[in-house]
């Protein structure tokens, strides 16, 4: 009998539980493994990711593939085809047909992005075809069944975490014609498709058991309770991210005077790349990260990435800084990428890239897959030098440096919790952003378009990652989870499917400290003062200037007076969100309400007019899905409003006005009116202060619904909200005129002031994702 496991973990754990055993060991593979040597396909080869990438470019060199608004230019596009290999890939493992979703799209919505993906589809497997390869786009129409290697076998157990892909149960089918196949496999509320598809099979099982079943005599061999106690559950919220790494830690602490074992407790971090900023923070060395370290952070990745940003965007200054950081050889930064090179000057030159105190271990993986470059690069013809370093930079990025050196806590991602069982669990990063993880096979095509095609659904990836939550919980004891809950980020929903979850509400200063030494916020209070006579109402003032100077005088100083500019953004940003949902609603309020119906359309038009205005990344598509989505509610209680007599009476309005001598500017995003009366709101598509923050708030700098009243003040009473567009609520802030006064004092102090001194803000929280953080030192 062969075992068969979801993840490389559970095989070592599997042969670990034989250590004290003196018998024959049983054979334990991946279902991996398993799938690529039960299938074969004859007279062709595997094509290597490289290969893939540079084929499917060809196949894209045609006019229509315009449309679909992914660039052809050669790094965007290889960062970009990662979500159409995957929407391909897909399709071929549930063994569906784009001509069947072109049948689907009712409305004929993304016809014409199917019919591209058509034309790109056929002329990527014909350029597989004739250089004789195959890929997981091809493998399901051109695989044959390996009956000898599925002979040798003996009978496969397969240990089931999650649902198998509609190629993967024909796998199974074809399989019960040369061994016995059996199946384990939890049954809960999260994952009902296994169910379903054993009940096909002739087999019904029970929720919330663990079910071992044959499938070649759709037999139920035996049911076992699941879950033997309840565990305890902790949630704590963070202003900041950086604090959940001393949250980790105190946790870790916690667990281990409870008697938990180290080796007994997993730190799981829904999105991995966290790992890097925990590390930094490991400073006794207690954590083992299971995904190792990504060979991006490597001093060879750095040099060639800093090379290609220069040639790039040659002149800025932050490029040759970093060259000189890096030491990078004269020959290689002014070398001419846009060069054709033949395979030994590429290699020639990718070596040079590698110092002698380097790490070997880091060596040794360039060079593994330089040898490998080497043999690629000899098939094909007039790629650039740019072009190679690009696509070996693709190459190493995927492979990570194994954390030989760790400690006994082990930290791992959620894909590799499958299956896992610990004592004590600690998830961190528990944000609605980062789970349920947003899926980019969903781009190119419509929820409804997906339900009727029988793809996979959000909902049903969304059950998916439910499954595995659910699972590593309630297999522990005790269980801490934390969450960033700030004006941009909202914690998991997934939160709700949690039962006696136990709030902690410690004070925040507590984490900052361990995070932070009060040292160092001596030495930079000491070291980073500035004086200077400064009129602070030469220019109209708006809110976020006074913020600015209220949080942080110094970073008011660098931003405004030294005028620094910031670092750049990331593509896909999170105040884009915030545009995009405030364009849409001036878009749609604007016009007369008239029915929900018309309302969402114009939304959605407006959507299609204004999308180019922002991000062109994949993720950006279906985050805006989402929020349209969203905003239906939204609409839905604005049409109540208007049927009540409110009428909307400024949209995205520029307010100024003199308030004792003081010149007052802003924008505001929306004033209702009701008999006479006017209601200010302003737009919030993140998590809005809970009653105890804005009590905190008196004594800080948080006066946006008191700045934007003093504005409309010529209009006489006014109230004002803000319009938490997740949760479809006005939100009033509860201390309204005490803050109002304390906004008034902050303005008349500010107006005597001639000389003015600049200096780090006493809390430490506000340093962590300030852009000039490097300048004053915080991280000294």
């Known amino acids: 009998m062969t075992e068969i496991f979801s993840t490389a973990r559970q095989v070592r754990e599997f042969y670990e539980s034989f250590s004290k055993t003196n018998q024959l060991l049983p054979k334990a593979i991946t279902i991996a493994e398993f799938e690529s040597k039960a299938w074969i396909v004859p007279n062709f080869a595997q094509a290597d990711e490289d290969t893939r990438a540079l084929l499917m470019r060809e196949a894209a060199l045609f006019e229509n593939f315009k449309k679909l608004k992914i660039p052809h230019e050669f790094m965007a596009f290889l960062q970009n085809s990662e979500y159409i290999f995957r929407f391909f890939e897909e399709l071929a493992n549930e063994e569906k047909e784009l001509e069947e979703l072109d049948l689907n799209d009712t409305y004929a919505e993304f ?49 089931l975490e999650g649902y198998l892909s509609a190629f993967e149960l024909r796998l199974l089918k074809e399989a019960e014609k040369f061994c016995d196949v059996y199946i384990i496999t939890p049954i809960t509320a999260y994952n009902q498709k296994v169910k379903k598809w054993l009940e096909k099979e002739g087999i019904t099982t029970s929720l919330n058991t663990l079910a071992e079943c044959c499938l070649n005599k759709a037999e139920l061999i035996k049911e076992t309770k699941l879950y033997a106690k309840t565990p305890k559950i902790f949630y704590q919220s963070f202003s900041s991210a950086v604090l959940e ?138 790629l650039s030098f740019s072009d190679i370093l690009q696509l070996f930079l693709k190459r190493v990025q995927n492979r990570a440096l194994d954390d030989n050196k760790g400690g006994k806590v082990t930290v791992m991602g959620i894909l590799e919790s499958r299956g896992a069982k610990y004592d004590g669990v600690i998830i961190v990063h528990f944000n609605d952003d980062i789970v349920p993880k947003r899926s980019n096979k969903d781009l190119f095509i419509s929820s409804s378009v997906r339900a009727k095609s029988a793809l996979p659904s959000i909902e049903d990836r969304e059950n998916l990652q439910r499954f595995f939550y659910n699972r590593l919980i309630n297999s522990a004891s005790i ?39 009060n040292r160092q916020a001596k030495k930079r209070a000491q070291n980073h003062t500035y004086h200077a006579e400064y009129n602070f109402f030469e220019q109209p003032l708006s809110n976020s200037r006074l913020r600015t100077y209220l949080e942080c005088s110094l970073r008011y100083f660098f931003k405004y007076i030294k005028r620094y500019e910031e670092p750049k953004r990331l593509k896909y940003d999170a105040r884009d969100t915030g545009s995009f949902v405030h364009d849409i609603l001036h878009g749609v309020f604007a016009a007369p309400l008239i029915s929900l119906e018309q309302m969402i359309a114009k939304a959605r038009e407006i959507a299609k007019q204004t999308k180019d205005n922002y991000s062109k990344s994949a993720i950006w598509e279906l985050e805006t899905d989402i929020w349209l989505k969203k905003l239906e509610s939204v609409f ?125 803000c006493e809390d430490k929280k506000q340093c962590f994702f300030c852009p000039y953080k490097m300048l004053c030192g915080v991280w000294a």
């Open 479 to 517: 269980v801490a989870i934390s969450a960033v809950e700030n004006e941009d980020k909202l914690p998991s929903r997934f939160l709700k499917m949690l039962l006696n979850v136990e709030r902690l509400d410690y004070d925040e200063k507590s984490y900052a400290d361990i995070i932070i030494q």
């Open 636 to 760: 839905a209680k604005e049409l109540q409003r208007y049927e009540e007599g409110w009428r909307v009476f400024k949209l995205e309005e520029w307010f100024e006005r003199d308030f004792e001598g003081i010149r007052l500017a802003g924008k505001i995003d929306r004033i209702d009116i009701f008999e006479g009366k006017y209601l200010l709101l302003d737009y919030k598509t993140g998590r809005i202060n809970t009653q105890k923050r804005i009590e905190k708030a008196l004594d800080a700098s948080d006066f946006q619904l008191e700045f934007y009243a003093l504005l409309c003040k010529d209009l006489g009473e006014i109230n004002a909200a803000f319009y938490d567009l997740n949760e479809v609520k006005f939100v009033e802030d509860g201390f309204f005129n005490e803050k109002k006064v304390r906004l008034i004092e902050h303005l008349l102090k500010l107006k005597e002031k001639k000389k003015f001194v600049f200096y780090p």
């Open 245 to 382: 790494c001393a949250f980790v830690f105190e946790k870790i602490e916690m667990m281990a005077n409870m008697g938990i074992k180290p080796e007994n407790i997993a730190v799981v971090l829904p999105d991995e790349n966290f790992a890097a900023t925990l590390k930094e923070f490991d400073r006794f060395g207690n954590l083992n990260f299971a995904m190792g370290f990504s060979m991006r952070e490597s001093l060879f990745f750095k040099r060639v990435q800093a090379v290609l940003k220069k040639y790039a965007e040659d002149g800025e200054i932050e490029h040759q800084k970093r060259i000189e950081r890096l030491k990078i050889n004269e020959n290689l930064y002014d070398a001419d990428l846009s060069k054709k090179i033949t395979a030994a000057e590429a290699e020639s030159q990718l070596k040079a890239f590698i110092k002698d105190d380097d790490p070997k271990e880091q060596t040794d993986i360039i060079l593994e897959e330089l040898f490998l470059f080497g043999k690629f690069l000899e098939s094909v013809e007039n």
């Open 111 to 159: 016809g014409e992005h199917i019919a591209i993906l058509k034309e790109l589809l056929e002329k990527y497997c014909a350029l597989l075809q004739k250089n004789s390869l195959y890929d997981a786009i091809t493998l399901p129409k051109s695989a044959c069944i390996n009956s000898s290697y599925l002979s040798s076998l003996g009978g496969i157990r397969i240990h």
